[in-house]
């Protein structure tokens, strides 16, 4: 099946600085990917989509110029937490929606995530 | 705004049947009804989807009422590994919204 992985998996970092997390399809290219965020015992909020090659676009309340999304290559696409904060600490999670003809409709396939603590 | 309505959790005990509903009386005619699974720390897991006939695959079964309307997922034999929240979203040509999931919880 299709795979989508994240790097780091979890990092630590200080008050103010950035921190950049990546997420690939391995064995598929994706059109869109979405970056959610997921603070313990609530559900995935959408933070953004992304296309390749162009801007992302940002749900409501999402600040572009912190959460700095990238979508470079129909593989990869990274996502920048910059001037982290406490209340930044999450589960961030990335999805890749598949170039596909037929196979599932709408089909996104998840990344294992990213846990982001900032202290 | 999340389209679809579903139980915060529901109790199994191992080896027992489990139906989790989740209610869409939005849903259009074209929307696909996707179900995932998220365990805990990880990123969620495709389970099944249909349009509007039943559909069964290796994970679990899915019913649809007849006016699509609401839906089931059915898990044949819960085990302990099936404890997990259970998320019913809806999918068409906007941007799919999660919403609380159903959390169950496998007693052994």
């Known amino acids: 099946g299709a795979v989508v992985s994240q790097h780091p998996s979890w990092v630590i970092c200080k008050s103010g600085t950035s921190v950049k997390i990546e997420c690939r399809s391995l064995?598929?290219?994706?059109?869109?990917m979405f970056w959610y965020r997921q603070f313990p015992k609530q559900s995935l909020m959408l933070m953004a989509t992304?296309?390749?090659?162009?801007?992302?676009?940002?749900e409501q309340g999402v600040e572009k110029d912190k959460f700095l999304i990238n979508h470079a290559s129909l593989t990869l696409s990274t996502l920048t937490v910059t001037s982290a904060h406490p209340e930044d600490s999450s589960f961030y999670i990335c999805?890749?929606?598949?170039?596909?003809?037929?196979?599932?409709?709408?089909?996104?396939?998840f990344g294992p995530g990213t846990r982001l603590t900032v202290t | 705004d999340a389209k679809t309505t579903q139980p915060n959790s529901m109790e199994s005990n191992e080896e027992e049947p489990v139906h989790l509903p989740c209610n869409h009386s939005t849903i259009s005619g074209t929307d696909y009804i996707h179900w995932y699974r998220q365990l805990p720390s990880q990123g969620p897991e495709y389970v099944i989807h249909g349009l509007t006939s039943n559909v069964n695959n290796r994970m679990a079964s899915l019913a649809i009422a007849e006016d699509r309307k609401s839906s089931t997922l059915i898990l044949h034999r819960a085990t302990l590994r099936d404890a997990a929240v259970y998320y019913c979203?809806?999918?068409?040509?906007?941007?799919?919204?999660f919403g609380r999931g159903t959390s169950l919880i496998v007693h052994p």
């Open positions: 064995d598929f290219q994706a059109t869109t």
């Open positions: 979203i809806l999918k068409g040509s906007y941007i799919p919204t």
């Open positions: 999805s890749a929606r598949a170039i596909t003809v037929g196979g599932i409709p709408y089909e996104q396939y």
């Open positions: 992304s296309n390749e090659g162009s801007k992302a676009t940002y």
